[in-house]
């Protein structure tokens, strides 16, 4: 018999960004991905992960803005009546499931904040104007950026895939003044749907969504391509 496949993630202890031109960047931490009952995709009871990695991305941005150094929330919104597939309708516009959840909304308020509102799953593509240009890429120029801490929520869905697709665009010289991205890994989260009640809902097997694997595996992915995963960050 063949041993179990170990997965390995590198978590720093801390991350020192003193003096650095470091932004934060927030993933979905909208109502309905986090707040109980409010839609399709939001936990059907309050959730104890979602509800940490909430309050620690709040503690986080506070650290942030006390300092003057850039925020970017990007807020999931969508166009009634048209699907993100494979998803259900979720986040769309006017059903307040697409605005920050409460703790954090003084960010719609903050001088050092920016909200883009994507409509897909990958912020950096959600990002593109009809003009083919960028607003995330223009925030990152901005500001000076060279390095970033990511937040959000899903770690293997969203978060990873924006985190990839910066690092390819770092890669590629689009992003040629950024140097690292952090995953700062307690304040990342995903959802849980065990293969009994996804089958139960009338969802194929496929659709089952195991948390602490699939978390783990979001981390992995990320680290795999790039980024720097860490339980603190120092700014």
Request: aromatic share 6%; proline share 6%; hydrophobic share 40%.
């Amino acid at each position: 018999m063949s041993n179990p496949v170990q997965i390995h993630l590198l978590i720093e202890e801390s991350a020192n960004l003193k003096g650095k031109k470091v932004g934060l960047i927030l993933i979905d931490e909208v109502d309905g991905f986090c707040k109980a009952g409010c839609g399709n995709l939001a936990p059907p009871e309050p959730d104890d992960t979602i509800n940490k990695m909430i309050d620690l991305t709040n503690l986080l941005a506070k650290r942030f803005t006390a300092q003057g150094l850039p925020i970017l929330a990007f807020l999931d919104t969508h166009e009634p009546g048209l699907p993100e597939e494979p998803y259900p309708a979720h986040c769309e516009k006017g059903t307040g499931e697409e605005n920050l959840v409460d703790m954090l909304t003084w960010l719609n308020g903050d001088k050092n904040t920016t909200i883009i509102r994507k409509d897909c799953l990958n912020g950096f593509i959600g990002a593109i104007r009809e003009d083919g240009t960028n607003a995330f890429v223009e925030w990152m120029e901005r500001n000076y950026i060279t390095d970033l801490v990511v937040v959000g929520i899903c770690t293997d869905i969203c978060v990873m895939q924006f985190v990839q697709s910066v690092l390819a665009a770092r890669n590629h010289m689009i992003l040629y003044k950024l140097r690292n991205v952090y995953v700062y890994t307690p304040a990342c989260a995903t959802y849980n749907l065990p293969e009994e009640k996804a089958v139960l809902a009338g969802l194929p097997q496929t659709a089952a969504h195991p948390r602490d694997l699939t978390h783990t595996m979001g981390l992995y992915f990320m680290q795999m391509s790039g980024a720097i995963l860490t339980k603190e960050v120092n700014i």
